[in-house]
């Protein structure tokens, strides 16, 4: 991530942080390396564009889930990313 951009930060459940570190997406690494415990979850940053692939995977994976639960998790996932990216505002 350039110095210059923009991080950008979504929180999710321990039980979505352990479902994303259990897919191991390509783009994940890095935004993984940032979870950190909040009072109101697990924070995880990134800049827009680690988002924006993050959240291609996540949704596609939802999409192909066989699990209902895990579908409806990813889901929720996706919402979070999606959320962070629409109030950062246009590229």
Excluded: Y
């Amino acid at each position: 991530m350039a110095a210059a951009e923009k991080t950008l930060c979504f929180v999710i459940s321990k039980a979505g942080l352990d479902l994303l570190r259990k897919h191991d997406f390509p783009c994940s690494e890095g935004v993984l390396a940032t979870a950190r415990q909040t009072e109101e979850g697990h924070e995880l940053r990134g800049s827009r564009q680690d988002l924006e692939d993050l959240v291609g995977w996540v949704a596609g994976e939802a999409n192909h889930s066989r699990s209902r639960r895990q579908a409806e998790l990813l889901s929720s996932i996706a919402d979070e990313i999606e959320f962070a990216l629409q109030t950062c505002g246009p590229r």
